[in-house]
């Protein structure tokens, strides 16, 4: 339609715009790129949650909560020793863990440390020496607590003489451990080609020995739980190690796989002596001092069981005191 | 004079310019220019008023005062809207007819696309150029590398997180002789191989298995798929999966990917119970009272994702002639553990299948390996020829099946009394018959039979 002239303007425009049919913000050109940009959005969206993106990803494990945070672990013979001695044992291991029970304000052992025991005679060894139980009742104790961060292993000729240390403090703390470890250490004294790993850092060990003079010492270990760890025992409990009829059984299979398997050495620091493990005497260790966490007697045991029960009597006594001055 | 309208155009008649009509005594060249088909070109005025017609359908501000019909005055208006057959009434061509030059406009389908197109709104043009841009990118994109290189991205196609190992040159040095065979075998197997990881976008590492003083320790001879294992990990630091093959292996299937054939639906193929299929008989789960449920499970966690090695059984137990490890501390763990010294000074006597053997020995008794091992279906990844596991007849479990279009072949153990050659060309030849594109079956199925037909030889196209 033509019309000679355009329709005229009002000479008085409206103080206001008219109201169009749509809202205002949806023109049609802003409709075009508000598509556009939601194509794209949706484009992206498929690209970094594609099904083959997060598929392969590895299933996350929770880690351990940490309740209780540490467990005592110790393998009693009771076909040897008598029982006496083995109570004064399991209250040195109970009254350790029930001291770090007792949260401040708080009545109950909530969070508190466990103490495991097991029996020599309790696992089927396949034949093997009864000193392998040690290892097994390790991979027992994480069973139970599959929540503890830490286990510790003390053999039974042993005492825990200072109750005010922490395992998480007094060893495996990632900064004390840093200081704590020995790098570019012969696994096997005196002269093993094979030595401890220079870059390791405190916070990936999960597992820490002591060394005495006659190689690594399987009395007392800390192990941080985790899938590591199940690892690393079950592969020392494996058959072929105990059928080999190792001369110490399961404390030369270790030193087998600390050797062979840099998998166990990644993860493995040694720390001195006195930090978890020190000895009653001097002749074959380091010799135990006043204010350190424990002492084993170690040679003890190669006499036989009166020997320790006599040994352990000034101990017995020093614990006992020390546990109720804490 | 002063003009009702202005001048425009009319289709198919050029300019309605009254200048161009007006009866000037000339209304055609006097001499058309011979044009190429020997004919002179005139003005559509001109033959009009030649063909006797009454002149141009312009009566408005026409001159000429002659008596006209009712046709001859409508005589275009009408003929425009008819449907037209021919370009060649485009009024641009007038001009250019009878130069003497070659005209693409004579092109008949050329011309009338060109009448399409000139009749196209613009917006439908620009549809149509973006179309035509869409189909033009998705043409070079799987023609070019570009499709490659998607596929080996690890965001898009996710073909980097694969590599294949091959072992090739088994046995080779001082063992023994290579013939013209086993070179034979050796090639066909790397070219299948060297295929499918082009088209997938994978990696690919051929692993020298001849025999070789490689390490000090003399016990490890020939245990050396472990270390090149551990060696590709390293390698292709974006690898997450990897694949490896014996060179009597073939690919039968290259159009399957990993993913799609595998990965993607990992958890509908995998089974973790042995107890599904166990020719060992190894009791699973294991029940010692000191392991945590999930040891004991027989599923493991039961999500495919924890999968670090996926392998198959055949008749005897484990086969490694094709099996997947995935990058994990897990594996990294395994590789470690897979041989022992202490394991191999008890059992080298009785482990004729080395490797084999020592992870049926872990297995059966370590519950951290049970967890993380999954088992995927024989024919799903290492499909048997009827010459392996021949004991008990064809088992559907273990042989390939033409029908079903099995991935991959391995000829295991033929070169115990097997001919490996003969086995390997009739799988090559059946793998390419089977993948045949058209212009593959049109010149095979077609040109070839009906030149056979026709002169009575074969053919080979």
């Known amino acids: 339609m033509h019309f000679a002239y355009p329709p005229r303007k009002a000479s008085n425009p409206r103080p206001y715009l008219p109201r169009t049919s749509r809202l205002p913000g949806l023109r049609r050109s802003r409709l075009k790129v508000i598509a556009l940009a939601g194509l794209a959005f949706l484009a992206l969206v498929y690209l970094v949650a594609r099904p083959s993106g997060g598929r392969h990803g590895a299933a996350g494990r929770r880690p351990p909560s940490g309740s209780p945070p540490a467990v005592v672990v110790t393998v009693l013979d009771e076909k040897l020793y008598s029982t006496g001695y083995l109570d004064a044992v399991r209250e040195n291991r109970v009254q350790y863990a029930e001291k770090h029970g007792m949260l401040p304000g708080c009545a109950g052992a909530v969070g ?19 000193s392998w139980t040690s290892v097994v009742a390790m991979r027992h104790a994480l069973t139970t607590f599959p929540d503890c961060r830490y286990v510790w292993f003390l053999d039974q000729n042993a005492f825990i003489m200072n109750p005010k240390l922490k395992i998480e403090d007094h060893v495996m703390k990632a900064s004390k451990l840093d200081g704590l470890m020995k790098k570019e250490f012969p696994v096997v004294p005196p002269d093993s080609i094979i030595k401890t790993f220079s870059h390791l ?81 001097k002749t074959n260790g380091v010799e135990y001092k006043d204010g350190d966490i424990a002492v084993r007697l170690a040679e003890c045991a190669a006499v036989g069981p009166e020997a320790c029960e006599a040994e352990a009597q000034s101990f017995v006594q020093q614990w006992r005191k020390a546990f109720r001055n804490s | 004079m002063s003009l009702s309208r202005s001048p425009s155009p009319v289709p198919g008649g050029g300019w309605a310019s009254p200048g161009l009509n007006m009866a000037s005594g000339r209304s055609s060249p006097t001499r058309g220019f011979t044009g190429s088909n020997g004919t002179p070109v005139m003005w559509e005025s001109s033959r009009l008023k030649r063909n006797g017609a009454a002149g141009p359908g312009y009566p408005s501000f026409s001159t000429q005062k002659t008596q006209r019909g009712f046709f001859s005055r409508h005589m275009r208006r009408l003929s ?54 869409l189909l ?65 976008g994978y990696d690919l590492e051929i692993v020298d298995m001849s025999t070789k003083k490689r ?157 993380h091992t999954g088992f995927l279906p024989q024919r799903m990844i290492n499909s048997f020829p009827t010459g392996a596991c021949a004991d008990n007849g064809n088992d559907t479990r273990i042989h390939y099946a033409q029908a079903d279009r099995d991935f991959v072949v391995n000829m295991a153990g033929c070169e115990w009394g097997r001919d490996c050659w003969g086995e390997m060309y009739n799988f090559r030849e059946l793998s390419y018959y089977l993948n045949r594109m058209y212009w593959e079956i049109f010149k095979e199925d077609f040109v070839a039979v009906l030149w056979f037909k026709l002169t009575g030889q074969k053919v080979k196209l």
């Open chain 2, 80 to 133: 425009t809207t008819l449907p037209r057959f021919g370009a060649n009434t485009n009024y641009a061509d007038k001009e250019k007819l009878g130069r003497g030059r070659w005209s693409i406009h004579n092109v008949p389908l050329l011309g009338r696309i060109r009448a399409i197109m000139a009749r196209m709104g613009r917006k439908m043009k620009i549809r149509l150029l973006i179309l035509f841009f």
């Open chain 2, 215 to 371: 390490y000090a320790h003399e016990w490890r001879e020939s245990w050396e798929k472990v270390d090149f294992v551990r060696t590709a990990l390293r390698k292709y630091p974006r690898a997450e999966w990897i694949w490896w093959l014996d060179l009597n292996t073939f690919i039968m299937e290259p159009t399957y990917s990993l993913q799609d054939h595998i990965f993607n639906t990992l958890d509908k193929h995998v089974y973790r119970d042995i107890n599904d299929y166990n020719p060992l008989n190894i009791s699973h789960p294991l029940t010692d009272a000191y392991l945590d449920p999930e040891s004991l499970s027989p599923v493991g966690d039961g999500d495919a994702r924890s999968v670090n090695l996926l392998l198959s059984q055949d008749c005897a137990g484990f086969n490694l002639g094709s099996f997947f490890v995935r990058r994990s501390d897990w594996t990294d763990r395994l590789l470690d553990l897979w041989w022992d010294p202490v394991a191999y000074e008890q059992k080298h006597m009785e482990w004729a299948h080395k490797e084999q053997d020592a992870l049926e020995q872990l297995y059966t008794s370590q519950a951290w390996i049970r967890k």
């Open chain 1, 112 to 130: 508190g440390y466990k103490a495991f025991f097991a029996n020599v005679g309790d696992y089927d060894l396949d034949g093997a020496p009864g």
């Open chain 1, 201 to 281: 850092k405190g916070k990936d060990v999960d597992v820490v020995f002591t060394q005495d003079k006659d190689g690594l010492s399987t009395g007392s270990f800390v192990l941080r739980n985790g899938e590591w760890a199940k690892f690393f025992l079950e592969t020392w409990f494996g058959p072929i190690y105990r059928a080999y009829n190792f001369q110490k059984a399961e404390t030369h299979a270790l030193e087998h796989i600390v050797q062979w398997h840099p998998t166990v050495l990644a993860k493995l620091a040694i720390v001195d002596q006195d930090v978890i493990n020190a000895y009653s005497k």
């Open chain 2, 136 to 200: 033009l990118s998705i043409i070079i994109f799987y023609n070019s590398p570009l499709i490659y290189y998607w596929r080996r991205t690890p965001w898009l196609g996710g073909g980097q997180k694969f590599v294949i190992i091959l072992g090739a040159n088994v046995g080779g040095g001082v063992m023994e002789w290579k013939g013209a065979r086993e070179w034979a075998i050796e090639r066909d197997s790397v070219r299948n191989k060297k295929k499918y990881v082009k088209n997938w």
